[in-house]
């Protein structure tokens, strides 16, 4: 069946460490991005096939989000810039590995296994994450 990508913008989700709170895209992104090292960074390069393949569900398939944002994440895991980078992260590449991070993750705010809306989650806080940071764009193609 052929469906119109889903579009998500929304800018609260409820707080994974803390379900009862509701929290902003914005806080979690800042929250998490403040502890990405460049370790992380670099063993998250390692698990782009992974990535590549979760993007390749008919779940995934439904949004947007997830079928432009995350070969650019796969393309910035892989740069000559992250794979050199050191602590601190420039906020960028420490926002780019919390996308990543949580793309990999099948648990989260909404269970990815959930049908339809297991990856709503996930295209709203990848799509957040190239909004925050426009010039991640450019790290397409560079290696």
């Known amino acids: ?7 998500h913008r929304s800018d ?7 379900p009862e709170q509701a929290v902003s895209i914005d806080e979690y992104i800042e929250n998490e991005s ?10 998250l390069a390692e698990f782009t096939p992974q990535l590549r393949e979760k993007m390749k569900t008919d ?5 947007f989000d997830l079928q432009q944002n995350p070969e650019c994440l796969v393309s910035i895991l892989n740069s000559l810039r992250a ?17 990543a991070s949580y793309l ?7 269970p ?21 940071n426009p010039s991640l764009r450019s790290e397409v193609g560079r290696s």
Do not use: W, Y
């Not at 990999?104 to 909404?110: A, E, M, P, T």
């Open 1 to 7: 069946m052929n469906h119109r990508p889903i579009i």
């Open 12 to 18: 609260i989700v409820r707080n994974p460490h803390s």
């Open 34 to 43: 403040s502890k990405m090292s460049a370790a992380e960074i670099r063993k």
């Open 59 to 63: 779940q995934a398939q439904q949004h």
């Open 83 to 99: 794979r050199n980078c050191r602590d601190p992260l420039p906020l960028d590449l420490a926002e780019a590995g919390v996308a």
């Open 104 to 110: 990999l993750k099948s648990v989260d705010i909404i």
């Open 112 to 132: 990815d296994f959930i049908p339809e809306i297991g990856l709503t989650d996930d295209a709203r806080l990848v799509a957040r994450v190239f909004t925050r």
